[in-house]
């Protein structure tokens, strides 16, 4: 008798590794390139998406060029709101019930008033798409590490300052070969004491080291991809016991490069050593894919069993920053798919 598998868009979860830019729907970026008349290369024109091998410096610009052009076309609040609104539209579509998607205001600063302005008004984008769609949503704002540790330390002050309007993180994204995680570890310290979620990028583009950083210097709660951790069975078992999620984002980790094919993403050594995970699309506008397709990954190249698929939805839940009641009706919600 063939198998039937259970609809992974009806599993509930939460995204906790959403880029904000590297969230919009292609169609909407065409009408924005439109209305600004920004030229888009034919990488963003297409409709599918670009090979991208990031592994090498100039990979990794071509990717950051891409990402950059995307984010110009971000240029009005109603744009904000357009793209939050689609973010949490796909999300609810996918089955998450709770998205904390990553930004770093600075980017949109210029065109929107500056720095306190843009957030504000993200934030606001944020709470009036959650209203409307009914998805828990909430900011992790990241710093660039390719800047100055200073700008990070001023970013951090102002998202505590947003913690009761949304922020619930503090991230480090860009580049892990650039700039070391210890230079960033005031800004951590100042978000860790404002009661944020340490999430910082480590072990994607560099190996277990990075990931090591982010545990010793930064106090990492959860690890923005952490996968090249499966290259060292001691960390492994630190990332275990200490109960830090990382979140996983396999359709980026082939497109860019990291690792080859779908089969090598090492999500099977990570979840057998016991290390919690939340499945993430990174950036699906570059990427292609989005959250339940990161669940269609596990299951069709890593032969996760539905049993297997919801525990990985547990673990997504349980790394989140969501309020107690938010948990227990996904979770509860999860056992009901299962049975």
């Not at 980017?107 to 798409?129: C, K, N, Q, T, W």
């Not at 102002?158 to 480090?172: I, K, N, Q, S, T």
């Amino acid at each position: 008798m063939e198998h039937v598998y259970r609809d992974l868009s009806t599993l509930p979860k939460a995204h906790l590794h959403l880029h904000f830019t590297g969230s919009m729907r292609p169609s909407t970026l065409l009408e924005l390139a439109d209305k600004y008349g920004v030229s888009l290369p034919e990488a963003l024109r297409s409709g599918t998406p670009p090979s991208l091998r990031a592994t090498d410096e100039r990979g990794w610009f071509r990717f950051q060029r891409l990402y950059d052009i995307a984010r110009s076309c971000l240029r009005a609040p109603e744009d904000i709101q357009r793209l939050v609104r689609e973010a949490a539209q796909e999300d609810v579509r996918d089955g998450s019930g709770w998205l904390e998607i990553q930004v770093d205001p600075t980017s949109y600063a210029p065109h929107l008033g500056g720095l306190i302005p843009a957030l504000e008004i993200i934030l606001d984008a944020v709470d009036a798409a959650s209203r409307e769609t009914g998805l828990g949503m909430r900011v992790v704002v990241a710093a660039n590490r390719m800047k100055h540790p200073l700008e990070a330390r001023t970013l951090a002050r102002l998202a505590v300052r947003f913690a009761d309007r949304g922020v619930v993180g503090f991230g480090l994204s860009n580049d892990e070969r650039r700039g070391m995680a210890r230079d960033f570890d005031r800004a951590f310290a100042i978000a860790r004491d404002g009661g944020l979620l340490a999430a910082p990028h480590g072990g994607e583009l560099t190996g277990p080291s990075s990931v090591r950083d982010c545990l010793d210097d930064l106090r990492a709660a959860r690890v923005g991809h952490g996968v090249r951790s499966a290259e060292d069975p001691r960390l492994l078992r630190k990332l275990a016991e200490r109960g830090v999620t990382c979140e996983v984002c396999p359709a980026s980790n082939v497109a860019l490069g990291v690792y080859e094919k779908h089969e090598d993403v090492p999500l099977r050594t990570l979840f057998e050593a016991g290390v919690p995970m939340a499945l993430g699309a990174d950036d699906p506008l570059l990427f292609g894919s989005r959250l339940a397709g990161q669940y269609e990954i596990a299951r069709r190249h890593h032969d996760f069993t539905d049993e297997e698929l919801a525990e990985l939805a547990r673990q997504s839940v349980r790394g989140s920053a969501a309020p107690a009641d938010i948990r227990a009706k996904l979770l509860a919600g999860i056992d009901d798919w299962i049975a």
